[in-house]
């Protein structure tokens, strides 16, 4: 396969689409209101709060895996050439439960360890519970939108064409795995979040190129994505009942992150 502006444009899309994307509908949208950053006095929870719930934020990701569907149909390809492939139904469901089995167990095997790491995990779950306010199934569809959205992007599209570009799966899922962890560093998830949002995003990464299924690692995806978001409450109120008793160290919430 050779590199075409066609292609070029969509692994720029796939890699960097959503980070572009949230900056240009930030910048437009403090634009609107006349926001002065300068002069911003709320504090970073209520903007946290303000971005997680506004599900306009979570809508407008579907933009990216239409503008890549639409390079794909100039390329010429099928969607075969993106990992839509399902052998079948029985083999797609023994996958994804796999999938889900290998990404719980590694969370709870490493939890001890990560909480030692960073801020202990403080971070992620101040992420978590930013979803608390959402009704659960505002909360499934983020879920269902980061999976099918991030997966078609950083694995179906960027980590395929790379793929197929070089040959190489070292530098394809290297690639892959970096733009679908740094993807992540904004409002909602902070350096010490992302950092521990960088496990899955290699277990996953490593997942599609054994399956090389983008229906499998979907669902995967979204249902690691809604357990967390399920759960946002247990965070929320955790972390409320910590600060009342005025808990220092080690919260509640930290330490269920842990495993504990």
């Known amino acids: 396969m050779q590199l075409t502006p066609v292609t ?17 509908r930030r910048a437009h949208g403090e634009s609107a209101a006349g ?4 002069t911003d006095l709320r504090d970073h929870t209520t903007d946290l709060r303000d ?11 579907w933009s990216i895996p239409a503008i890549l ?20 139904p029985g083999r ?3 996958q994804v439960g796999v999938g889900v089995v290998v990404l719980s167990g590694l969370n709870l095997l490493t939890a001890p360890l990560w909480a ?8 992620l779950a101040a992420g978590i519970s930013s979803f608390a306010s959402l009704s659960h199934s505002e909360r499934l569809f983020v879920a269902f939108t980061a999976g099918a959205t991030e997966e078609t992007a950083f694995h179906g599209y960027a980590l395929e064409r790379l793929l197929a570009l070089t040959g190489s799966v070292p530098f394809a899922g290297g690639v892959a795995f970096l733009a679908f962890t740094l993807g992540h560093v904004g409002d909602t998830w902070d350096r010490h979040a992302v950092l521990r949002i960088a496990q899955p995003a290699l277990v996953t990464t490593l997942l599609y190129l054994w399956f090389r299924s983008l229906p499998a690692l979907i669902a995967i995806h979204a249902l690691n994505d809604a357990v967390g978001l399920l759960l946002a409450d247990r965070f ?5 009942d910590d600060i009342e008793v005025g808990v220092d160290g080690d919260s509640a919430a930290i330490e269920w992150l842990r495993g504990e």
């Not at 444009?9 to 890699?15: D, T």
């Not at 569907?69 to 079948?88: F, P």
């Not at 030692?116 to 971070?123: M, P, T």
């Open 8 to 24: 070029a444009l969509g692994l720029v899309v796939a890699l960097a689409g959503f980070t572009l994307l949230d900056r240009a």
């Open 35 to 38: 926001i002065d950053r300068s």
């Open 51 to 61: 971005h997680t719930t506004d599900l306009r934020d979570h809508a407008w990701k």
């Open 69 to 88: 569907l639409v390079v794909v149909a100039i390329e010429g390809n099928s969607l075969a050439s993106v990992g839509w492939r399902i052998d079948a």
């Open 92 to 94: 797609l469901l023994r």
């Open 116 to 123: 030692r790491v960073g801020d202990g995990g403080e971070s």
């Open 236 to 240: 929320e109120r955790r972390a409320r």
